[in-house]
């Protein structure tokens, strides 16, 4: 049997060995295909394995038609905005996801960008903290979780909006639940945002509900770039000049950014929030685990496919 690790973004080294490690247990062969860069290359790799394990490489239906004998597509991390479901479906293939082995990961990004922008890029001039400050975290899952802990580390005043998460839940970690999503744009000066990429959440945070944020705010994404939209963004910004952005990734517009707004901005220039040693090593490592419980066992835990 073989398992493609195919990662366009690289695994760190040692997450790479720690797959392997786990495979060759289970008496299943690791192919390794990393930076491939052209999709042809993805399509030739796929063919003949009985199982992948990607990050946020594109899995859609020309992928998954070519690969003929794959059982199991395992995504190392949180989001499968990349996996074209209804397409591995169609094909027999079980998709799976490795819920919460990155977040802590995400969570550190948020603050080193926050921190960031609170001190004005480190340019020398006079910042400001975060103690005191009020966070909302749109979306209380693995990654919201961690940022609810370390905010309370810096002293900030946490909330969070989450429709799908009991308020107990959210209330049992320190953090104020709050049931109007209007009203946490309204009370938050930085929001950080966790949902997913789906139909309903692509375009979702706009004008309106951002320019409830009260003065100096400041909008963190380390989820989706799809989840903003972003010409409604540029909007707000053009009128608000006190509003800034962090994002863990460039928007489609970032030249738009580089143009009008100076100093209030940052992107990261390649998706950096799962980008540890750490995270790499618990998030591969869980993905080739439930390779093999799959393949030799039929464990479908984690499966997000029908
Ligand atoms: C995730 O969904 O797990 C994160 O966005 C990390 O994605 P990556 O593996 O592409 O860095």
């Known amino acids: 049997m073989k398992v493609l690790v195919a990662t366009d ?17 289970a008496g299943i062969e690791m192919i390794l295909l990393e930076k491939y860069g052209e999709k042809s290359k993805l399509i030739e790799a796929i063919a003949d394995v009985d199982g992948v394990i990607v990050r946020s490489d594109i899995l859609d239906a020309e992928v998954l038609n070519a690969a003929k004998k794959l059982k199991i597509a395992v995504r190392a991390g949180a ?21 919460g082995q990155n977040s802590n990961a995400v969570a ?6 926050a921190v960031m922008m609170a001190r004005n890029g480190y340019n ?23 940022v609810a802990r370390i905010a309370k580390g810096f002293g900030m005043e946490v909330y969070a909006f989450d429709p799908y998460c009991p308020a107990e839940v959210i209330e049992a970690e320190g953090v104020t639940a709050l049931t109007d999503i209007n009203e946490m744009y309204a009370t938050c000066q930085y929001i950080s945002l966790h949902i997913p ?23 963190i994404n380390t989820a989706r770039k799809e989840v903003v939209d972003e010409e409604q963004l540029v909007k707000l910004m ?6 800034r952005y962090i994002s863990d990734i460039k928007p489609d517009n970032a030249p738009v ?5 100076e100093g209030r901005y940052f992107f990261t220039p390649k998706k950096m929030g799962a980008q540890t040693a750490e995270a790499n090593i618990n998030a591969g490592i869980a993905a080739a685990r439930q390779s093999a419980g799959f393949l030799k066992e039929g464990i479908d835990k984690f499966r997000v496919n029908k």
Do not use: W
């Not at 053009?238 to 509003?243: K, L, P, S, V, W």
């Open 238 to 243: 053009e009128e608000r000049a006190d509003f």
């Open 197 to 219: 990429a789906t139909p309903e959440t692509k375009k979702s945070i706009n004008y309106d509900l951002l320019n409830r944020m009260p003065k100096g705010a400041v909008l």
């Open 108 to 113: 550190e990004l948020v603050f080193g960008m």
């Open 124 to 146: 020398g001039t006079s910042g400001t903290e975060l103690k005191g400050k009020k966070l909302g975290i749109h979306a209380f899952g693995q990654v919201g979780r961690n």
């Open 9 to 25: 973004k690289p695994f760190a080294a040692v997450a790479v060995e720690g797959i392997k490690k786990e495979l060759d247990n």
């Open 257 to 261: 950014f580089a143009e009008k707004f």
């Open 79 to 99: 989001g499968y905005d990349n996996i074209d479901l209804a397409a591995a479906t169609a094909n027999g293939v079980c998709v799976m996801n490795t819920p």
